[in-house]
């Protein structure tokens, strides 16, 4: 008699020097399926070469990707890095992490691969992608995901070690009360309106559900997945009718909502935000359901998302923190304003300084344990998210230090834009790559995000403080100042709205309408 196969689904990514471990991992997760024909369990393994379709450029190469892998419902990732230092690879693993933080899956292992390359023999290119591999490194392994390879057969058996033991975890969150059963009262569960009511009406986690009603977080993920066949024909999850009558009661949904079979008006409003919330859609348009005054909120970081005491930018910080008197780093500022250098040039400069000094990410990390930030900020940005309003920071400020600052609450924000320290393999500055959006570069980041998320300026609000955010007016953008410092609050040409004390980010929401 045929059973339901309960599928680990695991995503393979790497970039092309990696064919060899690609089909090493192909080949162990066949050998699985094989020892495990007549059980209920498998493994299917997505990867780009066989699981993707073609596409034209790369940017709809790498949507469809994300569609394939699906990272909300996969079990485990698999990242490896050799020689090259992929951006797609970074990407998908990127990807997985942040759904991981948000709902505790998927497994991440990332591996990387020895290089025994000398720097004295390699080329140009080559440097570079070590240098980046080594950056990747060094994020990665801040966060406990990391492992080492070293040799072909410690290859192979890292590999089948590491996947059996994760398919031995998945089939234990399978206990035999939890495997389904067909029953005569059992049906089809609506996914989309499950996903809505767990995440907008009650607003919690698979596993907050998972506790309140004692149906495994393994059987939760499943009704709320959506499964299409090769003919792309919708198959809606099959529910005990046990267990739809506990999310029913738990969820407040009339008796019968959750089951497919029953005609709900709403469920284009479900369908439209189960596709913009949970990864079904890689698209940058909104969910109707939103009914937000402003679509986006644009922040600038110092002075507006940190603690409003803190005299001191970012930027002067690094110099001090190196030794330095404030007035060099005064000096190259009024150059800049004279149009003498570039910023770019502004940049390069500094680092000279910084490099003389042997600046390393511990002075980066320093400086940013220094910096607090302003209150209210976690309850705010949770209330954007809510809403349905996308979050973006746009900074003249440093990208590694906001990431440090903003800790875990980095999650909410779709993009950060600001300049960023390239350090060498030892942690050592290596340059300055500045950014493209700071002064009147602002204007032209809210212009170009505008454009893509295909809403008018006028729905994006943006929250700054000081005389370089005066430029972001001529985006067309809402302009909200708080704190401010170095520009003339009230002169509505430039801001349409003032704080003049802020002490918490709460402060924004009246003027949002969520």
Known sequence: ????????????????????????????????????????????????????DPSLTLESGQKTIDETFDYIHADLLIGMFFKRAGLGTKHEIDEAIEVKRQYGFPEIKLYFKKVTTELSEATVEEIEHIERINELKYLYYQQGLCWDLKDGDSIEKEFRRHIQRAFDKFKRSYDKSNKYIPDVHDTEINPYKLFYFRTVKRKITIKELSKETGISVASIRKYEKMVYSQDNVKTYPQCRYSHLKQLEETLGIDVGGLSIKKHDRDFELY????????????????????????????????????????????????????????????????????????????????????????????????????????????????????????????????????????????????????????????????????????????????????????????????????????????????????????????????????????????????????
């Open 271 to 514: 369908y439209d935000y189960y596709r913009s919330s949970k990864g079904m859609n890689s698209t940058n348009k909104f969910s109707t359901i939103s009914k937000a005054k402003y679509k986006a909120v644009v922040f600038d970081f110092d002075g507006t998302l940190v603690d409003p005491n803190s005299l001191k930018t970012t930027w002067q910080r690094l110099w001090l923190s190196l030794g330095y008197d404030l007035d060099i780093c005064k000096y190259l500022h009024s150059r800049f304003d004279k149009q003498e250098i570039t910023h770019q040039e502004w940049c390069n400069i500094t680092a000279q300084y910084f490099v003389a000094r042997g600046m390393s990410r511990g002075n980066i990390k320093t400086v940013a344990d220094g910096i607090a930030k302003i209150e209210g900020l976690h309850d705010t940005l949770t209330k954007f998210y809510e809403s349905g309003v996308k979050l973006y920071i746009v900074s003249g400020s440093i990208k590694e230090i906001i990431d440090i600052v903003l800790g875990d609450d980095v999650k909410f924000f779709d993009d950060i834009s600001a300049n960023k320290f390239i350090f060498n393999r030892e942690g050592k500055l290596l340059k300055i790559d500045g950014t493209d959006f700071d002064f009147e570069g602002k204007a032209e980041y809210v212009k170009k995000l505008s454009d893509r998320l295909e809403i008018p300026a006028k729905e994006i609000l943006f929250v700054g403080n000081s005389f370089n955010d005066a430029h972001v007016y001529k985006s067309g953008a809402r302009t909200l100042c708080v704190n401010p410092t170095l520009t003339n609050s009230h002169n509505r040409k430039y801001w349409h709205d003032t704080i003049d004390e802020m002490t918490n980010l709460t402060e924004i929401l009246k003027y949002c309408e969520l």
């Open 1 to 52: 008699m045929a059973h339901e196969k309960i599928m680990m689904r695991i995503l393979l990514s790497s970039p092309s020097d990696m064919d060899k471990e690609r089909a090493l991992i192909t080949s162990i997760v066949d050998e699985i399926n094989v020892t495990n024909k007549e059980t209920p369990y498998g493994i299917e393994l997505y990867k780009w070469e066989t699981d993707t």
